[in-house]
């Protein structure tokens, strides 16, 4: 039995969020414009067969594929985002499961801190694959479970504000998403975030 944990559809992604992933992508790097689809599934080791079937139904490349143990992640994309909604279908139909099969994600951390100090920001900025942060920037921290809606969040965090996204982890026990900026910007990028993430539907893990 397979279990369906993350499953979400990014109709375009954002400038910073395609070029975020192509700094962390081991497989077909995606561009800005291109719709993507996240699958997330337990166990990990199963999502080697779902991406042959997804490869297989339409005209998608794969961007990410993550095999752990106990999780399995795959990023999907391309310019039609036709093409990205019937690779995903064709995953739920292997798998016998709807999107509201997914579980419902939960913010588990959204904190916010102003005004950051130098070596703050240089301690983040030593790990981040994304953007830097700067001394006086606003800094929030989004943590999430499932850890694939962290790439939804981040996304749609870049869709509402002018914000620098820092680092994106959406893959194992919990997602986390480092965002930057002016302080009027990032509370914009948090309170969407947190809306667009209650929105979606799925059944209840926690």
Do not use: W
Not at 52 to 77: C, S, W, Y
Not at 117 to 129: F, G, K, P, V, Y
Not at 151 to 163: F, M, T
Request: charged fraction near 25%; hydrophobic fraction near 40%.
């Amino acid at each position: 039995m397979i279990d369906l944990r993350t499953y979400i559809f990014l109709d375009s992604l954002q400038l910073q969020m395609a070029s975020y992933l192509s700094t962390v992508s081991r497989g077909y790097l995606p561009v800005g414009g291109q719709a993507c689809c996240i699958i997330e599934i337990a166990p990990g080791i199963e999502i080697n067969t779902l991406t042959d079937i997804a490869l297989k139904a339409t005209n998608v490349t794969p961007g990410m594929q993550v095999v752990e143990r106990a999780f399995g992640m795959l990023e999907v994309h391309s310019d039609s985002q036709g093409d990205t909604r019937m690779a995903g279908e064709s995953v739920l139909k292997a798998i016998e499961k709807t999107e509201n099969d997914r579980i419902k994600p939960r913010i588990l951390t959204s904190q916010l801190i102003k005004n950051i100090e130098d070596h703050h920001a240089q301690l983040i900025n030593r790990t981040r694959m994304g953007m830097m942060i700067l001394r006086g920037d606003t800094l929030f921290v989004l943590e999430v479970e499932p850890a694939g809606y962290a790439y939804y969040a981040a996304n749609e965090a870049e869709k509402a504000a002018h914000i620098n996204i820092i680092d994106v982890m959406g893959f194992g026990k919990f997602g986390r998403v480092y965002i930057g900026g002016e302080e009027a910007e990032v509370l914009e990028a948090k309170k969407c975030v947190e809306k667009r993430l209650a929105e979606i539907s799925g059944r209840e893990e926690y």
